[in-house]
């Protein structure tokens, strides 16, 4: 695994985690292909493939341009409209996999369900020796039954292409994305929709605030970490964890890089933006934790990864580098919690450690919505019931004498 060179200026990008990058050529024909150009005009039989309960399908129209559905009901002879077929370049920015762009076809209920997917056209350096390892993994199948309110998460709710995490990554976000744009469009009475628009007044006014504003409502917090005979070691923290969030603070290449990595890396946790300023080749992840109700939660390794920059998205200016921070999934965010960072001879024991409390503020809570708030309250429901079965399970065993004398009297005669 690499870790981020130093600069050649007097400030070093901090040892952090990211994706491995090489250089493989393509041995491509200098004109673009026919199948590079099938998602314009795609065949109907590849639209009743993603779309099979259609029986008719209208000429590509609107904005987004999509194919409408229908099925003709037999009682009347009427034909009823089911869904929407749409083709991912129709709907761009494009995720981009390992070596390009990959062109799907899918198809959307109107209840905002996936019902099928088929990959077009893609490129990728290694498809030569592995040849269409997108359909022979039916990793397109997974998407089939998905709600607009599933995540679409490479190792969360989608298992990934053994050795293809970039792919499987540009994939299913790309596919999230796109369906999400024909529901805002097309399906505005969905719950995705609907969520969405109560969403939308909360984003525009974090759009319209400055770096400065998030500081003074406490979106942004700062934290000084001293470094003894040295500079000291400046973070701003930030919550990051849903992509909206995301593009506007560190912008949407750097974002979608550091989701990207982390989706190959970490299973869960609430992603934080950490930007870097002061001593930053100083920075040691293993010092990062977090605290709520009086629990300590200290980062583990790999659970840090690079974050671009800080030349795009509200970031810019105020920050030398950035990083994701991902901390314990147990923790609930709808509550306030302490980032802290171990100041100790030996990092990880927090002896002695730094930290400031942060709290989400409320439009920050309307924008990420309840998916999260769910996530975490299913988690604190599942702690408290492994509690009570534990406490249960030792009662019993400490009782069990008095039990077994108890029910030995009574089968005296």
């Given amino acids: 695994m690499l870790t981020a060179p130093p600069s050649n200026s007097s400030t070093a990008i901090p040892r952090v985690v990211f994706p491995l990058a090489c250089c493989l050529l393509l041995m491509l ?47 009347n002879n009427n034909s009823q409209l089911i869904g929407y077929v749409f083709t991912t370049p129709d709907l761009p920015p494009e995720e981009v996999g390992f070596s390009g762009p990959i062109d799907m076809l899918a198809g959307m209920n109107l209840q905002g369900q996936i019902t099928g997917v088929k990959v077009l056209h893609y490129l990728e350096s290694y498809k030569h020796v592995r040849g269409d390892f997108i359909d022979d993994s039916n990793f397109a199948n997974q998407f089939i039954g998905k709600s607009l309110e599933d995540e679409f998460r490479v190792s969360r709710d989608i298992d990934g292409m053994s050795r ?55 979106f942004v917090k700062g934290l000084a970490v001293p470094i003894e005979g040295e500079a000291n070691l400046q973070f701003d923290i930030a919550y990051m964890g849903h992509y909206r969030l995301g593009e506007l603070l560190i912008g949407d290449k750097d974002y979608s890089n550091a989701d990207r990595t982390a989706s190959g890396l970490i299973e869960d946790g609430h992603m934080l933006l950490i930007g870097l300023r002061g001593n930053t080749p100083r920075l040691q992840q293993l010092r990062f934790g977090a605290m709520q109700n009086g629990i300590l939660y200290p980062n583990q390794e ?14 810019a200016g105020q920050a030398q580098f950035a990083v994701a921070l991902f901390i314990d999934a147990a923790i609930d965010i709808s509550q306030a919690f302490t980032v802290l960072y171990d ?16 709290e989400l503020p409320p439009d920050i809570l309307t924008l990420i919505g309840n998916q999260s708030l769910q996530k975490n309250s299913d988690v604190n429901r599942n702690m408290v019931f492994v509690v009570l079965l534990s406490l249960s399970l030792i009662l019993l065993i400490l009782n069990w004498p008095r039990i077994r004398a108890v029910t030995n009297q009574k089968k005296k005669p």
Avoid: C
């Fill in 29 to 75: 024909d200098s004109t673009p292909s026919d199948a590079q150009n099938e998602w314009e005009n795609p065949e109907e039989g590849w639209l009743r493939e993603v779309l099979p309960s259609a029986d008719s399908f209208s000429v590509k129209q609107g904005n987004p341009p999509v194919f409408f559905a229908y099925q003709t009901d037999s009682a």
């Fill in 164 to 218: 293809a995490t970039i792919t499987s990554w540009a994939m299913s976000r790309g596919l999230h994305n796109a369906a999400k744009r024909v529901a805002l469009s097309y399906l505005p009475g969905t719950a995705y929709a609907l969520e969405a628009t109560n969403k939308s007044a909360a984003l525009q006014t974090l759009r319209a605030q400055s770096w400065e504003d998030y500081s003074y409502n406490g």
């Fill in 302 to 315: 790999d659970r840090v990864v690079f974050a671009g920059t800080a030349k795009d998205g509200k970031i």
């Fill in 343 to 358: 100041t100790g001879e030996r990092r990880g024991e927090f002896t002695n450690f730094v930290g400031i409390e942060y």
